[in-house]
């Protein structure tokens, strides 16, 4: 898969491409029919997969004050668009000069010209170009004109719930995990470095892989959670706490993992961590040996739920 990150950049070679367009904030259900439909079309045509999005979010922009958390990083996106096998992508950056370009332009020039589309794949509700103007409306207007085919993917309703990255970002701070989980299609997961933290864990006999939270992401509710850990391509039962560590006054929200089984030392090792099952809120003990009771009591919950539960 090529990744582009500059529109300069983009050269499909004269390859004719079947592009998708969105945000594609979270990857969830929706997002992936989009993705599908313009796989199948590819396939059928004989056209180059293109998915065409930004590395960070329009509103970053748009509207600076009121910019919706990310539910997953530009890393944790690439990594399952590189799984989903296309040719190309762009995560450009989303700012003044894309902010600028009026929405035929952006047709002619970027979609036509810099991508060579022949089928284009997006969402019901998708906008773009100056002041948002261009919508799925113009897209088909200009179908003729500029000479490709399109696929406008309507709402994807699960349990007569429309599925967006809003109700995934609510689903994930009411610490709903099972719920997110079914709308997102896979498990939900944060990946990053391992960092040093104050190896509180390792003082109590619970040694944990921390992760520190990265800015402006949608975090899941504080708590303590069932979960697997990927290290080197080997999944791994956990546990995972979320939150603030209260018990003894931590500053800053942090992810700790105890990982079953695993003995390695993974400072400045990438791991990811996905979530499973919520076992319980986060809690304030009035001392050490009550966490450690409350601790083991998380643990054989967890050893439980994996021996009752075969891996998916």
């Known amino acids: 898969m090529k990744i582009y990150f500059e529109l300069e950049e983009i050269d499909v070679q004269g390859q004719a491409t079947s592009v998708a367009l969105g945000t594609f904030d979270g990857l969830h259900i929706g997002h992936m029919e989009v993705l599908s439909e313009m796989k199948k079309t590819a396939e059928s045509k004989g056209l180059k997969t293109f998915v065409y999005t930004f590395s960070n979010h329009p509103r970053e922009v748009l509207t600076p004050n009121n910019v919706p958390p990310k539910i997953m990083d530009v890393d944790e996106k690439t990594q399952i668009f590189t799984r989903f096998g296309l040719d190309y992508l762009s995560l450009i950056k989303f700012d003044e000069e894309q902010l600028k370009i009026e929405p035929e332009d952006f047709i002619k020039d970027v979609l036509i010209g810099k991508l060579n589309m022949k089928h284009l794949t997006v969402g019901y509700d998708y906008r773009f170009g100056r002041k948002a103007r261009g919508d799925v409306n113009m897209l088909m207007a200009f179908s003729e004109t500029y000479g490709y085919t399109y696929e406008i ?9 429309r599925i967006s990255s809003t ?21 939900h997961f944060v990946k990053g470095t391992v960092v040093e933290g104050k190896k509180l864990g390792k003082t109590i006999g619970v040694p944990t892989a921390n992760l520190r939270i990265k800015e402006n992401i949608s975090t899941i509710k504080s708590g303590v959670y069932i979960t697997e850990t990927v290290h080197k391509g080997t999944t791994y039962k956990s546990v995972t706490n979320v939150g603030y560590n209260p018990t003894f006054n931590q500053i800053g929200l942090n992810m700790e993992t105890y990982i079953f089984d695993f003995d390695q030392i993974l400072y400045g090792e990438q791991i990811e961590v996905h979530f499973i099952k919520r076992l319980r809120d986060e809690m304030k003990f009035e001392s050490v040996d009550e966490l450690i009771v409350k601790m083991q009591s998380d643990l054989k919950k967890a050893r439980d739920y994996f021996a009752t539960h075969l891996p998916k």
């Open 153 to 161: 993917v309507k709402p994807i309703m699960k349990n007569e719930i």
């Open 167 to 187: 109700l995934i970002r609510e689903l994930l701070l009411d610490g709903k995990i099972v719920e997110a989980n079914f709308y997102l299609g896979r498990k």
